[in-house]
């Protein structure tokens, strides 16, 4: 088990580009979110996946973002049109949907600059 | 508006005391509280949870309280040693919509 892995790790764009990034969650874990985390703040919640299915959204997730996990392992969040405003730590994390089970581990994030 | 709030954005301490870290939330849908350790340029580590069923729980040098009629829980690190220096974050959420809810962190310094 290697954890949570996210690539690539660091991501520098121009703006009105697109950028992708990817998740591989621990292979045994069928919930898969994204956070972002901007400076002096905590995480926040963007979306996340049961499976292949997207069970949530979160209002920061804008129709320039978008969120897949086709096949219920690895996901991507593409930026679309990027703005300065984007530039923040994407971080991903995966968890079981067991009963009592709610901790959740996270990779080690994708840092994104627009320029 | 903030659901919850760590006010103390830093705290120095010496090396062998305690450390403890505050955190205040607002929804009380909240029913699973978390803490997380983040070093710089990594993803935050999971550290301790506690549900609220329970008003404590201890894993080695770190312990959990939760007092629910106040909607607020502390993270009590004893003995404090130099490599407990990250950011801590309190998560807490509601088990039954899994996103969590975290707070803007305290910075821990732990001074040899």
């Known amino acids: 088990d290697t954890g949570v892995s996210q690539n690539p790790r660091h991501k520098i764009t121009k703006r009105g580009q697109n950028v992708t990034f990817r998740c591989d969650p621990i292979?045994?874990?069928?919930?898969l979110y994204w956070y972002r985390q901007t400076l002096g703040q905590g995480p926040e919640f963007l979306t996340y996946f049961q499976n292949e299915a997207q069970l949530e959204k979160s209002r920061l997730l804008s129709d320039r973002f978008s969120a897949e996990r086709p096949k219920g392992s690895f996901s991507t969040l593409e930026i679309q049109r990027t703005e300065q405003g984007d530039s923040a730590m994407y971080l991903c994390?995966?968890?079981?949907?067991?009963?009592?089970?709610?901790?959740?581990?996270f990779g080690p994030g994708t840092r994104l600059t627009v320029t | 508006d903030q659901q919850v709030k760590q006010n103390s954005p830093s705290l120095s301490v010496q090396e062998g005391r305690i450390s403890i870290l505050n955190c205040d939330y607002t929804?009380?849908?909240?029913?699973?509280f978390l803490w997380y350790k983040k070093y710089p340029a990594e993803g935050p580590t999971f550290l301790i949870s506690i549900s609220s069923i329970k008003d404590k729980n201890e894993d080695g040098r770190f312990t959990v309280f939760l007092n629910k009629s106040a909607k607020h829980l502390s993270l009590h690190i004893v003995p404090s040693q130099p490599g407990d220096s990250a950011v801590y974050f309190c998560a807490p959420m509601n088990s039954g919509n899994t996103p969590l809810v975290f707070g803007k962190g305290t910075r821990l310094s732990v001074i040899a």
């Open positions: 292979s045994e874990h069928n919930r």
């Open positions: 929804n009380s849908m909240f029913d699973y």
């Open positions: 994390a995966s968890s079981s949907a067991g009963q009592g089970i709610y901790e959740q581990y």
